[in-house]
Nanobody, 130 residues
Framework: QLQLVESGGGLVQPGGSLRLSCAAS????????IGWFRQAPGKGREGVSC????????YYADSVKGRFTISRDNTKNTVYLQMNSLKPEDTAVYYC???????????????????????WGQGTRVTVSS
């Protein structure tokens, strides 16, 4: 059974850093595009970043460009989201999601189309506050 488990969330001061992990079981991440999404209190869920399955291309929302970095470690079957220079507006529950490699997966990843992601983790909470 395909499963994603996020970890690494917590409370951090503005300007601080956190690294989120998305560990996969039941499937090999190599063949999936993996995206990070977040939902802030009282707001809808939005795309944050995605790494493609085809060539490892990475994509970022404008709000996190230059501060967040997505990467994958295929030996650990895990995708990471390194978050630096965190701001209070980064406070949210962060989810990772997967889409199997197919004709559309690169588009889905680049545009972070959450409705077309196939599997979701349970989320990890990030709070940025002094």
């Amino acid at each position: 059974q395909l499963q994603l488990v996020e970890s690494g969330g917590g409370l951090v001061q503005p300007g601080g850093s956190l690294r989120l992990s998305c560990a996969a079981s039941g499937f090999t991440l190599d063949y999936y595009a993996i995206g990070w999404f977040r939902q802030a209190p009282g707001k809808g869920r939005e795309g944050v970043s995605c790494i493609s399955s085809s060539d490892g291309s990475t994509y970022y929302a404008d709000s996190v460009k230059g501060r967040f970095t997505i990467s994958r470690d295929n030996t650990k079957n895990t995708v990471y989201l390194q978050m630096n220079s965190l701001k209070p507006e980064d406070t949210a529950v962060y989810y990772c999601a997967a889409r199997s490699a197919d004709y559309y997966s690169d588009y889905v990843c680049a545009e972070m189309v959450q409705d077309l992601m196939e599997s979701w983790g349970q989320g990890t909470r990030v709070t940025v506050s002094s």
